[in-house]
């Protein structure tokens, strides 16, 4: 058995939660979507969003609500290990695939109003920003895969006789 001072608490499941939720709100429209333009000494710069961004509205909005609902679950379901855990192996399985997906997004931003080697650079420096990202995500995702996937299916612990060595 896993040792119980490392087991998350109910707190680390409602904060999820909790924060999950207001990221789902705000994607989904309560705050600006679009970046702001940005005054410069040549006139005014806009950084807009590339249509990738719209097109990962529904795929993040639906792992924002799985984040939801497998916090949901190891809230309700805590002593239900092998479901929680098959249900978050699923949930990192969609975070890869959207990942992959977003992998091939020719750009993400748009930079207009500037002089070209300045929109460029700008350009350049923020999808770098977005593929660091990714990998980080990327690698994060996979590695919970891999130890989600080795605690579900390693072989039980050897049950011990009695506390008392006998």
Do not use: C
């Amino acid at each position: 058995m896993d040792d119980p001072r490392r087991q998350p608490r109910w707190y680390d499941y409602v904060a999820g939660i909790v924060v999950q939720a207001i990221f789902a709100l705000w994607w989904a429209g309560l705050a600006r979507f679009e970046p702001a333009s940005i005054m410069t000494n040549t006139g005014q710069m806009q950084v807009v969003f590339a249509p990738i961004w719209h097109a990962a509205y529904w795929p993040v909005l639906a792992l924002s609500a799985g984040i939801i609902a497998v916090n949901a679950l190891k809230l309700a379901a805590s002593r239900r290990e092998r479901l929680t855990r098959l249900a978050d192996l699923a949930l990192q399985a969609g975070v890869l695939a959207f990942i992959a997906w977003a992998f091939g997004a020719p750009r993400w931003f748009t930079v207009t109003g500037a002089p070209p080697k300045t929109a460029a650079s700008l350009q350049l420096g923020l999808t770098l920003g977005v593929q660091v990202t990714l990998i980080v995500m990327l690698f994060v995702a996979a590695i919970s895969v891999v130890y989600g996937g080795w605690r579900l299916w390693r072989p039980a612990p050897p049950q011990s006789r009695a506390l008392n060595g006998a």
